[in-house]
Nanobody
């Protein structure tokens, strides 16, 4: 089992910044991928960004140039630096962990961007 605990969400004005964190604990495989997904009301969950344990990243086109994903492997912590936030970034943001055998999700953290 892997437990994921997100933090850092909140309310921010358009153009502002937030930094999300996700602390992972439990049976973490050395080779894994962690990521951030989001789900806005009435919409499907969508990819925001992912990063492998080797540091390879992938980001949705909608966040390129604004969001940066990073991780601290010794601390088993994932980050998402979100800059130039827009109202359309409003959603519940979920942390994910996957390895060759498993896939886990965090409970989510709300990000609300006011116009």
């Amino acid at each position: 089992q892997v437990q994921l605990v997100e933090s850092g969400g909140g309310l921010v004005q358009a153009g502002g910044s937030l930094r999300l964190s996700c602390a992972a604990s439990g049976s973490i495989f050395r080779i894994n991928t962690m990521g951030w997904y989001r789900q806005a009301p009435g919409k499907q969950r969508e990819l925001v960004a992912t990063i492998t344990s080797g540091g390879i990243t992938n980001r949705a086109d909608s966040v390129k140039g604004r969001f940066t994903i990073s991780r601290d492997n010794p601390k088993n912590t994932l980050y998402l630096q979100m800059n130039s936030l827009k109202p359309e970034d409003t959603a519940v943001y979920y942390c994910s962990y996957s390895d060759i055998y498993h896939n886990y999700w965090g409970q989510g953290t709300q990000v609300t961007v006011s116009s």
